[in-house]
């Protein structure tokens, strides 16, 4: 109903929950606030100013991305391309680009495609759909913050296990390796 106050379950630093809905609420908020579709707001106000021309929050036949990748390792290429261009198509027969699409939009082709609103798939989501090649990826980096901030721990989970900016850090009593996961 809109009337529910958002509770945080512990203080902001404390500890650390990864949460994919959090993204997604975010891209809602953006899309609300600045009356402009997420994907385009991204482009006009990160990937364009940083450079970062080969990513984009939704599928693009000519990108050289990277492909998403399966809980077991298996490269998604053909369930990715396929929902890429499933919507392509619907974005053409409605003359509205994806990156002009705000979630309604999302929604409703989603439904058409009879899959989950929020499944896997769904393009763009600021929780997941962000195709980038490494390149690009290091020229974000670069500017969001130096690799010493990055892999400094912000939030220590266990004695082998603490999140830095943005990323996993994990020595496991070695050395220090680092990653990023997401699940919602």
């Known amino acids: 109903t809109g009337s529910e106050k958002l509770e945080f379950p512990f203080p902001p630093g404390e500890k650390h ?5 959090g993204y997604f609420y975010l891209q ?7 009356g402009t579709p ?4 991204m ?10 021309t080969r990513s984009s929050h939704y599928w693009r036949e000519d990108a050289d991305s990277a492909t998403p990748h399966d809980g077991h390792g298996k ?3 053909e369930i990715s391309a396929a929902s890429g261009k499933q919507l392509t198509e619907i974005a053409a027969e409605r003359k509205k680009p994806l990156e002009s699409w705000f979630y309604e939009d999302i929604e409703r082709a989603t439904v058409r495609l009879k899959q989950p609103v929020l499944g896997m798939l769904m393009q763009p989501n600021a929780a997941w759909s962000l195709r980038t090649t490494a390149a690009d990826y ?7 913050c130096s690799l010493e901030a990055m ?3 912000q939030i220590k989970l266990n004695s082998d296990l603490s999140w830095g900016l943005g990323c996993g850090l994990e020595s496991s009593g070695g050395p220090q390796w680092f990653y990023h ?3 919602n």
Do not use: N, Q, W
């Open 17 to 21: 929950v990864y949460s994919g809905e």
């Open 43 to 52: 482009r006009e106000t990160v990937l364009d100013p940083l450079g970062m």
């Open 138 to 144: 290091a020229k974000f980096l670069v500017y969001a």
């Open 28 to 34: 809602r908020v953006v899309e609300k606030i600045t």
């Open 38 to 41: 997420f994907a385009r707001f």
């Open 181 to 183: 996961g997401g699940d």
């Open 75 to 77: 490269a998604m290429t």
């Open 151 to 153: 892999l400094r721990p």
